[in-house]
């Protein structure tokens, strides 16, 4: 009787040991589902450490799970809350919080690179509903939108209600856990808070916040570019899967259309982003050339930093001598050294301009500053 208590006891103590162990390393999928695929067209698969698993209709989807669709694949994920994502193809993106109770909703998704279609069902209580990319965080409350991430811009497209673009956190590490065991996603960065309202769009690109939304339906580049995001993001809508290998280019090219018209009415902030996100969107060396021609611009009417203007005209002539901006980038870094009485530099830039382009647009021009 003496050994059987302390065996007994030993025993007990195993057993809750054993327990314990079990209810820690249950496996996440453990926890109830974020959501169902109901519909999953070509390659869709859940990315895991050192592999992927297909998915199919009917997959149950949890969070800490990634999603990653083929070239010509798209999914629909509906989830606990009434609301649905709309994966485009050639996208991935990860359930990085879900939660809904009584009185409270967070639901964060990360959309790695791609696009997403997201329906958000409505919801009264306190409301927490984010779709973010590298470059751009979008807020919802009951709304209708498109997210973009492709080549490090972020792109909102909204179709209903209001989305609130904000930037994302400046990190993402070492999150405390709340009291459900689940971390703490660190709050975006909503300082310089953009609304998009119904049929309007805005974007962003690293080191740049969010542009004030535009008309999707003024710019038919534009308008286009949604037309083929929406069927991207819906099985039920056949996709152009050609047009939609253009859309970084078709983008690219709204974007130094756009950031001529903001440059006109002197939106230098916003000019600068389009810019930005149109060198980031399209390697293309006329996109790249123009490109440092309006920045050139910006920095010689708008910011007044003469030595950046410089810098962006010059890195013209030696990188993108090919190019159509090279002749206005000739006259312009002649004009800047003019109005800085950089005679000389002024004189032998001209001179350079006129055996290049001797028909030239600025010809005339340039023949009275050098006095023939």
């Keep these: 009787m003496e050994h059987t208590l302390p065996r007994l006891t030993l025993w007990l103590r195993s057993l809750m040991a054993l327990v314990l162990m079990l209810v820690l390393v249950q496996p996440a999928h453990a926890r109830p589902p974020a959501g169902e695929v109901i519909e999953a067209q070509g ?17 149950n989807v949890f969070v800490g799970d990634r999603i990653k669709t083929g070239d010509q694949s798209r999914a629909i994920v509906r989830l606990r809350d009434g609301s649905q994502l709309q994966i485009g193809n050639r996208s991935e993106l990860e359930i990085q919080r879900f939660r809904v109770q009584t009185s409270e909703r967070e639901s ?5 690179s791609g696009k997403v279609r997201a329906v958000v069902a409505k919801f009264q209580g306190n409301d927490r509903w984010e779709v973010r990319t590298p470059t751009l965080v979008a807020g919802v409350r009951g709304t209708d939108f498109v997210a973009v ?21 400046a990190k993402e590490t070492s999150m405390a856990l709340g009291p ?13 808070e953009v609304h998009s309202t119904a049929g309007k769009m805005t974007e962003s690109t690293t080191g740049h916040p969010p542009i004030a939304a535009t008309d999707i339906a003024d710019d038919p580049l534009l308008a286009a570019a949604h037309k083929a995001l929406r069927a991207s993001t819906d099985p039920t809508i056949p996709a152009d899967w050609k047009a939609l290998e253009r859309l970084p280019a078709m983008l690219a090219r709204w974007n130094l259309n756009y950031a001529h018209l903001l440059m006109e009415r002197s939106v230098w902030r916003d000019a ?13 060396a006329e996109v790249q050339g123009e490109g440092w021609l309006l920045r050139g611009g910006i920095h010689a009417r708008g910011t007044r930093d003469l030595t950046k203007a410089e810098q962006a005209y010059r890195h013209i002539l030696t990188e ?53």
């Design 43 to 59: 390659e869709v698969v859940r990315v895991e450490r050192g592999g992927s698993e297909p998915i199919t209709v009917g997959t």
């Design 108 to 112: 964060i998704f990360s959309l790695i």
């Design 320 to 372: 993108f001598p090919q190019t159509q901006a090279l002749e206005p980038g000739l006259f312009n870094l002649g004009m800047l050294y003019q109005d800085q009485g950089r005679t000389d530099e002024a004189r032998g830039v001209f001179n350079d301009y006129l055996t290049r382009f001797p028909s030239g647009p600025h010809a005339k021009s340039v023949r009275f500053f050098l006095g023939q």
């Design 272 to 284: 600068e982003t389009t810019i930005a996100c149109a060198m980031a969107l399209d390697p293309d």
């Design 180 to 192: 459900n065991g689940y971390p703490l996603a660190p709050p975006a960065d909503y300082s310089s």
């Design 149 to 169: 991430s492709d080549k490090n811009v972020g792109m909102i497209f909204t179709d209903e209600g209001n989305v609130a673009a904000g930037s994302p956190p």
